[in-house]
C-alpha cells in the first residue's frame, strides 16, 4: 500500500503517511481488485463502504426497465465513490458501480469512520470533515451534470459540456473521459444524433474533434 499516496487523497488531507496504517485498520479497510466490465456494486445493493479508485477508472451509471443507460460519473484514481449510500445503512443503490478498466479499489467502512473511536484516535474528526468536503463535492458534480442536461437541444448540452471543459482545463484544446456512446450516454442524448451534430459543428468551424480529442474553435 502507497501510503504517501493515499495522505494525498481528499478523505487523508492532512493525515501523515506514517499513522496510515494503523488507520486503515481502525477503519476496516479492505483493498479489492476488478477487471474491466466487472460490476463493483449493482442496483438494489446495499453498503456500508465507500470505495476509493487506487488505479483503473470506475464509471457510475443508471440504467431503467427499458434498458436505457445514463452515464452520472467517471471515478479515477484518488477519487471516492458510494460514500452517500456507505452513510444511509439499508438504503439500496440506485445506480450500477462498474469497472471501466481493470482497477483497484480500497473499500472504507463509513460506520467506523463516523463513530467515535475505541482507541481514541484523534484524527476522526479530520476524516470527517474531509467526508463532508468529497460529499460537497459530488453534489455539485450532480449539480453540473443536471445543468449541461438542462438545454433542450443536443447542441446545447454538447456546448455547455465542452465550454466547461475549456474552462477547466485553461484550453481550447482537450481531451475529454469519454468516448462517444459514453458522452451520449452522459447528456443524456441519442449516440447517432450526438455523432451527426458534431458533424455539423465541424462543418460550421465550431470545433475539430477526433475520438474523445476536442479543438474549440473562435467564430468571428
Not at 426497465?65 to 440506485?94: C, H, R, V
Not at 449539480?143 to 474552462?167: D, V, W
Not at 475529454?176 to 447528456?187: E, G
Amino acid at each position: 500500500m502507497n501510503y504517501s499516496y493515499l495522505s494525498k487523497t481528499i478523505l487523508f488531507r492532512g493525515i501523515h503517511p506514517d499513522e496510515m496504517k494503523e488507520m486503515l485498520s481502525c477503519l476496516g479497510s479492505e483493498q479489492k481488485n476488478y477487471k474491466k466490465g466487472q460490476y463493483i456494486y449493482r442496483t438494489g445493493d446495499t453498503t456500508q463502504s465507500m470505495g476509493l479508485v487506487l488505479s483503473g477508472n470506475v464509471f457510475i451509471e443508471n440504467d431503467d426497465i427499458w434498458g436505457n443507460k445514463s452515464l452520472l460519473d467517471s471515478i479515477g484514481p484518488g477519487q471516492f465513490f458510494g460514500e452517500t449510500y456507505a452513510s444511509l445503512p439499508g438504503e439500496p443503490l440506485m445506480v450500477n458501480v462498474l469497472a471501466r478498466q481493470d482497477s483497484e479499489i480500497l473499500f472504507i467502512n463509513i460506520t467506523r469512520l463516523m463513530k467515535v473511536c475505541p482507541n481514541t484516535c484523534s484524527h476522526h474528526s479530520k476524516l470527517i470533515q474531509n467526508l463532508l468536503t468529497i460529499s460537497a463535492q459530488k453534489n455539485l458534480n450532480l449539480s453540473r451534470r443536471i445543468f449541461h442536461t438542462s438545454a433542450k437541444t443536443i447542441r446545447g448540452r454538447l456546448l455547455s459540456y465542452l465550454s466547461y471543459e475549456a474552462l477547466r482545463q485553461g484550453k481550447y484544446e482537450f481531451s475529454i473521459p469519454y468516448n462517444r456512446q459514453q458522452l451520449a450516454d452522459y447528456l443524456s442524448v441519442d449516440r447517432s444524433a450526438l455523432s451527426n451534430e458534431l458533424s455539423k459543428m465541424q462543418i460550421e468551424g465550431i470545433l475539430t474533434t477526433e475520438k474523445n480529442y476536442f479543438q474549440l474553435l473562435k467564430t468571428e
